[in-house]
């Protein structure tokens, strides 16, 4: 494949209790999507994810595809719920951040 | 972070009591005599452990639990080495499948099968459903015919979640099986699962127009004794119930007992007549009455019901025990366990007339298993 035609990837920065499934990387980079002709969306991209680093998707998606509860993804800073949920758009060069909430007791 | 556990050092003839609270499973294990107990834990710090069992059919003990983190979701773990080690909290073997519009809340109860059919296991999880598996809980499916079922539209979570927290399988008939969910009340099946019939004749449901629907019922906890297959006790959301026909009817038991609201019960292991409670005051309060806090024991299958209190605080003990929280093992005379929502252990090695403490301090105790390791 040449390098015009390659999916562009993106950084996702996971929280210190997934980095087991990822060889202790607190960063990873994955495929945005499928192909280069169509934008990619935050679901598509940690469709990606599920398919490189088996185990971690199931961590922060329910079997419902939603996100868990507890659990927040930003897009360039942005949180997803207030910015089109999985739907959100996933530019070349975005970083993912996942975060569990300030919630519990 | 606490401590790692290095495990229970229970051997064969040991009580190990298990508990679960809200921020991990603490293991006691003591001699035949229980006067003392040795701790280890917490196990899974930080997550919540509403169903431990241990499964000694295949040999050497299994001891399973359900760690829920409040963050990443429900996982079922097993040991072989009485929590030395752990499996790998990664494999999400308990799912519903992607198209079914469930996905899994919490583990409430892990049940071993049968002795002769040492890999066949259950789960009874949040939202209600049973799991089922035939390769010693490697791989889960839901019951289909529970999973399906066209009640499921009219459940109804109570404050706890739409919880499946008791599974009966028949001592003697493998096609027959129980279970009791909140609220929904008991189903049975007597196809082997492929159809399952609501249970709840006799039993009431307060909080409805109709006191006494098909189903719906908030039904805590079920209890039964091998012995007498037929025969089950069953502690409601406001009632005590006994039931002589396989659930097919329920007469009301509460003769004495200073409420008949609570959600804890548990079988003696001896005797089908002898069955243990603590009722608690009004589904408002949920706190033990008068302050005082007292197991009840019936011996005449429900006839009468009798105060145990030697060695449990009698003032300003405002306790919760939860439906798991109470267990007993399979010695003789009858160890009784206990765990209180302030994070109290209670322990009897006499059928329940004397109380020691086993633990102070704990997280909410919300699941109590006993047994000896064989």
Request: one cysteine or more; proline letters at 8%.
């Given at each position: 494949?040449s390098?015009?035609?390659?999916?562009?990837?993106?950084?996702?920065?996971?929280?210190?209790?997934?980095?087991?499934?990822?060889?202790?990387?607190?960063?990873?980079?994955?495929?945005?999507?499928?192909?280069?002709?169509?934008?990619?969306?935050?679901?598509e991209?940690?469709?990606?994810?599920?398919?490189?680093?088996?185990?971690?998707?199931?961590?922060?998606?329910?079997?419902?595809?939603?996100?868990?509860?507890?659990?927040?993804?930003?897009?360039?800073g942005?949180?997803?719920?207030?910015?089109?949920?999985?739907?959100t758009p996933?530019?070349?060069g975005?970083e993912?951040?996942?975060?569990?909430?300030?919630?519990?007791? | 972070?606490?401590?790692?556990?290095?495990?229970?050092?229970?051997?064969?003839?040991?009580v190990?009591?298990?508990?679960?609270?809200?921020?991990?499973?603490?293991?006691?294990?003591?001699?035949?005599?229980?006067?003392?107990?040795?701790?280890?834990?917490?196990?899974?710090?930080?997550?919540e452990?509403?169903?431990l069992?241990?499964?000694?059919r295949?040999?050497?003990?299994?001891?399973?639990?359900?760690?829920?983190?409040?963050?990443?979701?429900?996982?079922?773990?097993?040991?072989?080495?009485?929590?030395?080690?752990?499996?790998?909290?990664?494999?999400?073997?308990?799912?519903?499948?992607?198209?079914?519009?469930?996905?899994?809340?919490?583990?409430?109860?892990?049940?071993?099968?049968?002795?002769?059919?040492?890999?066949?296991?259950?789960?009874?999880?949040?939202?209600?459903?049973?799991?089922?598996?035939r390769?010693?809980?490697?791989?889960?499916?839901?019951?289909?015919?529970?999973?399906?079922h066209?009640?499921?539209?009219?459940?109804?979570?109570?404050?706890?979640g739409?919880?499946?927290?008791?599974?009966?399988?028949?001592?003697?008939?493998?096609?027959?099986?129980?279970?009791?969910?909140?609220?929904?009340?008991?189903?049975?099946?007597?196809d082997?699962?492929?159809?399952?019939?609501?249970?709840n004749?006799?039993?009431?449901?307060?909080?409805?127009p109709?006191?006494?629907?098909?189903f719906?019922?908030?039904v805590?906890?079920?209890?039964?004794?091998?012995?007498?297959?037929?025969?089950?006790?069953?502690q409601?959301?406001?009632?005590?119930?006994?039931?002589?026909?396989?659930a097919a009817?329920?007469?009301?038991?509460?003769?004495?007992?200073?409420?008949?609201?609570?959600?804890?019960?548990?079988?003696?292991?001896?005797?089908?007549?002898?069955?243990?409670?603590?009722?608690?005051?009004?589904?408002?309060?949920?706190?033990?009455?008068e302050?005082?806090?007292?197991?009840?024991?019936?011996?005449?299958?429900?006839?009468?019901?009798?105060?145990?209190?030697?060695?449990?605080?009698?003032?300003?003990?405002?306790?919760?025990?939860l439906?798991?929280?109470?267990?007993?093992?399979?010695?003789?005379?009858?160890?009784?366990?206990?765990?209180?929502?302030?994070?109290?252990?209670?322990?009897?090695?006499?059928?329940?007339?004397s109380w020691?403490?086993?633990?102070?301090?704990?997280?909410?105790v919300?699941?109590?298993?006993?047994?000896?390791v064989?």
């Amino acid at each position: 494949m040449s390098r015009a035609t390659e999916v562009p990837r993106v950084r996702i920065v996971l929280p210190s209790q997934l980095r087991d499934l990822t060889g202790e990387r607190p960063v990873v980079t994955v495929a945005a999507g499928v192909s280069v002709a169509t934008e990619a969306s935050v679901a598509e991209t940690f469709q990606s994810l599920r398919a490189e680093y088996p185990g971690v998707y199931e961590r922060i998606f329910t079997e419902t595809r939603e996100v868990r509860p507890h659990i927040n993804i930003f897009v360039d800073g942005a949180d997803i719920r207030w910015s089109g949920g999985l739907e959100t758009p996933v530019a070349p060069g975005s970083e993912i951040v996942v975060l569990p909430a300030v919630s519990g007791g | 972070m606490p401590q790692t556990p290095s495990g229970s050092p229970a051997r064969t003839g040991d009580v190990l009591l298990m508990v679960g609270t809200t921020k991990g499973a603490f293991l006691f294990s003591s001699r035949s005599g229980r006067g003392s107990w040795e701790a280890d834990g917490p196990h899974f710090p930080g997550e919540e452990v509403y169903a431990l069992a241990l499964d000694q059919r295949g040999g050497a003990p299994t001891l399973w639990a359900a760690p829920g983190s409040p963050f990443f979701g429900a996982t079922l773990r097993r040991s072989d080495d009485l929590g030395a080690t752990w499996s790998d909290k990664d494999a999400r073997s308990v799912r519903f499948e992607e198209d079914s519009g469930l996905s899994l809340q919490r583990i409430w109860q892990i049940r071993p099968g049968p002795a002769d059919e040492p890999d066949l296991m259950w789960l009874g999880v949040e939202p209600t459903c049973l799991f089922e598996s035939r390769d010693g809980g490697d791989s889960w499916a839901p019951v289909r015919g529970f999973l399906e079922h066209e009640h499921r539209q009219y459940w109804q979570p109570g404050n706890g979640g739409l919880c499946m927290h008791t599974i009966v399988p028949h001592a003697r008939d493998r096609d027959r099986m129980l279970v009791a969910f909140s609220t929904g009340g008991v189903y049975g099946t007597d196809d082997g699962g492929a159809s399952w019939t609501p249970r709840n004749n006799g039993v009431r449901a307060e909080f409805m127009p109709d006191k006494h629907p098909e189903f719906g019922q908030c039904v805590h906890k079920v209890v039964h004794h091998p012995e007498r297959p037929e025969r089950l006790f069953l502690q409601n959301h406001w009632g005590l119930y006994r039931s002589e026909d396989w659930a097919a009817s329920w007469d009301d038991i509460a003769n004495g007992v200073p409420s008949d609201f609570g959600f804890a019960m548990a079988m003696h292991p001896h005797d089908p007549d002898t069955v243990y409670i603590v009722p608690l005051e009004s589904d408002e309060f949920r706190c033990t009455p008068e302050a005082k806090l007292r197991v009840y024991r019936t011996r005449d299958a429900g006839a009468s019901w009798q105060a145990l209190s030697k060695g449990l605080p009698q003032e300003d003990a405002y306790e919760t025990v939860l439906r798991d929280g109470l267990d007993t093992d399979s010695l003789e005379p009858a160890g009784i366990y206990f765990g209180t929502r302030s994070g109290h252990v209670y322990a009897s090695a006499d059928d329940g007339d004397s109380w020691t403490t086993v633990a102070d301090g704990l997280p909410p105790v919300v699941c109590v298993k006993a047994a000896v390791v064989a």
